[in-house]
């Protein structure tokens, strides 16, 4: 019996992701194939980065290390790299703490992840790449990249690796440090 798969349009401007380990081995018709195991990974992959997001959003740090693998890595360029769920935590929360204090009004952060790229999905791992944009209480705060590496872990996926880059920030930036 032939896997459930659904046929994806196929746009070549794109860089072409890797479905999974057998992809080379498809021929042309089934390239543009993703199997239903692709699917449901994607979908965790997402829930995982919305939860991350929600969850600081919310100021539910708990929450948001658990998006992470007990030993995952945390990259912010600029800052040196945090290693395990704890380091997360601390650093994050002096982060949101921040905004809460130095905030004249209710303070607000609502992070928005747009065009998500899965750049390779295995059953093993994913490699995922997504732009963000973030608003708080001044109005558009700053602007940036992650780049994911994710792991399966039971029926969820967890960040195995981070790297966030920010691209620019206002002057008056409540959470990033200014652009030059």
């Not at 046929?7 to 021929?27: C, D, F, G, M």
């Not at 194939?33 to 990974?41: F, K, P, R």
């Not at 969850?55 to 790299?81: H, K, N, V, Y």
């Not at 769920?85 to 949101?96: K, P, Q």
């Amino acid at each position: 019996m032939r896997p459930l798969a659904i046929k994806i349009a196929s746009w070549e401007n794109l860089p072409q992701p890797v479905y999974s380990v057998a992809h080379e081995q498809r021929t042309a018709e089934e390239s543009t194939t993703v199997e239903m195991w692709e699917l449901v990974a994607r979908e965790h992959i997402r829930d995982t980065l919305a939860r991350y997001n929600w969850s600081g959003d919310g100021g539910r740090l708990d929450d948001l290390a658990d998006t992470f693998c007990a030993d995952g890595l945390l990259e912010i360029r600029g800052f040196e790299p945090l290693r395990g769920r704890s380091e997360i935590v601390a650093f994050l929360g002096g982060v949101t703490g921040k905004i809460a204090v130095s905030a004249d009004v209710k303070p607000i952060v609502r992070h928005n992840v747009a065009n998500v790229l899965f750049n390779e999905v295995t059953r093993d791992h994913a490699q995922v790449s997504c732009y963000f944009t973030v608003v708080t209480h001044i109005g558009l705060d700053h602007v940036g990249r992650y780049r994911d590496t994710l792991v399966p872990d039971g029926d969820t996926w967890r960040i195995k690796h981070r790297k966030v880059s920010t691209d620019w920030a206002a002057p008056d930036s409540a959470m990033a440090q200014p652009s030059r």
